[in-house]
């Protein structure tokens, strides 16, 4: 048996005084990290935090829905938590309890393949038509670089805009971006133009209600640290790869 985190031991005492704690995980549709598969939440990201939960002895209720509406439930929703989501300087501010980083996906801007643009920086992007969707961080980044964004409800929408030609450069990234197309039919008809941003800037988390006990998120943070340590995680990307 491997041996446990010390703040494993301090969640079961905790769970073991008092009521189990009803943990209830909500995501969005942003493949290859959270996506429905056979009818159940699955992708990279859910696959770490599924493999923590067993690791910790916890358990959580996985749900996809629109992105806004899953960002909104972790703020105001007891033992609820949010995923994939980059931890920006705004979400810190909500009072966030934080687990990870559980994946990167760099910050990019995409093209038809077709496209005559060049770009040095995503600054740049100002000069053109760009899609992003209501609510994420990574459109929410390339707005603080002087870009207008033409934000959809869901991110679904942007590549047949950017198809039809109503939209120029479509924010995603760097690995999903690419999924969606291949997923979508269109791996041979867009291109990654440009990437930027910090680490931080593309790396995302588990984002939890401030009600959530310290306790349990210091036993989630050991569980998905062991699983990136073993390579676990890496095994897990290499499914979608």
Request: proline content about 5%; some cysteine; glycine content about 6%.
């Amino acid at each position: 048996m491997p041996p446990y985190p010390a703040a494993l031991f301090a969640c079961v005492a905790l769970c073991m005084s008092t009521p189990a704690l009803a943990l209830r995980f909500v995501t969005e549709d942003y493949p290859p990290f959270n996506m429905l598969e056979e009818n159940q939440v699955s992708g990279i990201s859910t696959l770490i935090l599924r493999e923590a939960l067993s690791r910790a002895q916890l358990s959580a209720e996985f749900e996809l829905l629109p992105w806004a509406r899953a960002l909104a439930m972790a703020r105001s929703q007891p033992q609820t938590c949010v995923y994939s989501a980059v931890r920006s300087a705004e979400r810190e501010k909500q009072g966030h309890k934080w687990v990870g980083p559980l994946v990167d996906d760099r910050i990019s801007l995409f093209a038809r393949v077709d496209s005559k643009i060049k770009l040095r920086t995503l600054g740049e992007a100002r000069n053109y038509r760009v899609g992003g969707y209501v609510a994420d961080a990574y459109g929410d980044y390339v707005e603080r670089q002087g870009v207008r964004l033409d934000r959809a409800p869901a991110d679904l929408m942007n590549l047949p805009k950017l198809m039809a030609g109503r939209i120029d450069l479509w924010v995603a990234g760097s690995i999903s971006g690419a999924y969606k197309a291949k997923r979508e039919g269109y791996q041979h008809d867009v291109k990654l133009l440009l990437s930027g941003g910090e680490p931080r800037d593309s790396q995302m988390w588990l984002a939890c209600n401030r009600a959530v006990p310290d306790a349990l998120i210091s036993s989630l943070n050991e569980a998905v640290k062991s699983v990136h340590a073993d390579g676990t995680a890496a095994r897990f990307a290499a499914r979608y790869h």
